[in-house]
DNA sequence: ATACAATATGACCGAGTAGTCATGTGACCA
DNA sequence: TGGTCACATGACTACTCGGTCATATTGTAT
């Protein structure tokens, strides 16, 4: 948490600091943003930067919570209509609860998300070639499954490509998640705990969602 | 790519320095990674370095490369059973491939992965309790419309959860792409690709997956 | 043995970094 | 007016970084 010293600072000043770490962050990542960058295009002297925080990551921290906070504050008022309301309902108002608030909020929120998103894009952009490679084979995959009727016309190929390639990808992540991944399983490089069993449930489970969604079937 | 003479190393060198350049991608992110540091952990000189590799996006390059061919060896004996067969019987067959590919990657693929998915583990780090807080509130809120009947009994909630987090985490960076929006279009905080009717498509298509699942109803 | 090319090496460079600290400044109180 | 205290400052230290290059060490062909 920063310094006492920082939230005694006038506002404005406060929230120019944030701006430009937030610049900072965005522009760079965290890994590669420089304090030096910081204080030097927020006008201040270096040893101010460290009178207000522990350091780098104490900024990027304060930072997050106060997206967080905003968020909070933002939904505090719009709870979802209705507790009791249908699970894909309600799924769809948090959709759009989210794009609100993500078209209609503060350059801090954009920022935030633009470190995530822009690494993203970055590693994107390296792979660019083999990703849409597997990408395109998949959309012709889906492309043929939907001239022969083997998918429902009313999804288009493109995203059912997407849902399919990325559910597909993240197997591993969530067999890793599943054990809580420690360095030393890492090191250990091996996954043998889980049984063909197990493995074979998973899938299965993937496989029904992607083939016929999650809503209970009411009819036989 | 990396020089020739990094391919006329010993098979063992080659080995040593790609491990320990993973460990220190995998360790500290793409952009924080120091090759000063590889190069001391792999014994090898600096200047030795630069005869095998152009920069560290050479090196990470290679690894890519290693991963992918390795995914290709993975992959290239056991071809689709029938290439007329069912569309979901031949996504089962992948998912299956895929889940044992999972199982048994290399500390290369798993490293790698990392990097992509999240500059490292120190970014994991960072947000631990948030996602973690997400993906509880994904469960529960699965296993609520689980009692209540509004999803199928088949679907275990917590790969349900999994299914649902992962597909609506990656649909930004999928709506960015299909945009082609690019990273300068992300710094200047515009936000006209979230508000667009395309990407109001792509959401509806993709919760009318989740839903309803890709395979055509016959019924109804 | 000799010559030659390929490779290995680490001291070195310039640039940039995080973080410190003695000194300066201004506001408030006695 | 003088004293006190919180904050501001930027030169400074002690790094690490990516990258270069003259030199040393190999292996090979003659």
């Not at 990408?135 to 490509?161: K, S, Y």
């Not at 090191?187 to 209970?216: C, P, Y």
Request: aromatic residues 12%; hydrophobic residues 45%; glycine residues 6%.
């Amino acid at each position: 948490m920063p310094k006492q010293t920082f939230f005694n600072l006038p506002e404005d000043k406060q929230r120019l600091i944030e701006e430009v770490a937030v610049d900072e962050f965005a522009g760079r990542g965290y890994a590669a943003a420089s304090i030096s960058q910081i204080v030097s295009r927020a006008g201040i002297a270096k040893g101010s930067f460290y009178q207000y925080f522990e350091d780098k990551h104490d900024l990027f921290m304060h930072l997050v919570n106060r997206v967080t906070e905003e968020k909070h504050a933002y939904f505090k008022d719009c709870r979802p209509p209705d507790p009791g309301i249908d699970f894909f309902a309600n799924l769809r108002w948090m959709f759009e609860a989210g794009f609100a608030y993500a078209a209609a909020q503060s350059r801090l929120n954009q920022a935030v998300s633009r470190v995530l998103f822009g690494e993203g894009l970055f590693m994107g952009e390296m792979f660019k070639e083999a990703r849409q490679a597997s990408a395109q084979m998949f959309v012709e995959m889906l492309q043929q499954a939907a001239e022969r009727g083997d998918i429902d016309a009313n999804v288009d190929p493109t995203v059912a490509a997407f849902a399919v390639e990325t559910l597909l990808n993240s197997l591993g992540l969530f067999i890793l998640n599943q054990q809580a991944v420690s360095q030393e399983v890492l090191q250990q490089g091996r996954i043998d705990w889980l049984t063909s069993e197990q493995a074979r449930q998973i899938v299965d489970n993937m496989l029904f969602v992607l083939e016929h969604g999650l809503r209970k079937k009411t009819d036989g």
